[in-house]
C-alpha cells in the first residue's frame, strides 16, 4: 500500500476538533474533519506537500469529493516531484 492507497481508504467520518495524525512511509498526514471545516496537510522532510481545506456544513458528506480531488491533485505533484510514495 501507498500514501495515496492509504489516504482513500482511511476517510475520517467523525467531527472532532482533535486532527488525526499519523506518519506513513516518511510522510506526517494531518487531517481535521471538524464541524464546518475539512483540512488536509501532509509534510515530507518538514517541507509541507500538501494543505487544502474547504468549508462544509455541519454532517455533509460532500466534502469526500473535494477530499477526493485534493488527494487526486496531490498525487500528481508527486508524479512531478518522483518521490516515492
Known amino acids: 500500500m501507498n500514501l495515496i492507497e ?9 467531527e472532532s476538533n ?9 510522510f506526517k498526514v494531518i ?12 509534510i515530507y522532510n518538514g517541507n509541507i506537500l500538501c494543505n487544502r481545506a474547504t468549508f462544509r456544513t455541519t ?3 460532500r466534502y469526500k469529493n473535494k477530499r ?7 498525487e500528481q505533484e508527486l508524479i512531478k516531484l518522483n518521490l516515492n510514495y
Request: hydrophobic share 45%.
Open 31 to 42: 487531517e481535521l474533519l471538524d464541524v464546518g471545516l475539512y483540512s488536509l496537510m501532509v
Open 68 to 74: 477526493e480531488t485534493y488527494i487526486a491533485e496531490f
Open 59 to 61: 454532517g455533509c458528506k
Open 6 to 14: 492509504k489516504l482513500r481508504i482511511e476517510i475520517p467520518l467523525i
Open 18 to 26: 482533535i486532527p488525526i495524525e499519523y506518519e506513513f512511509n516518511g
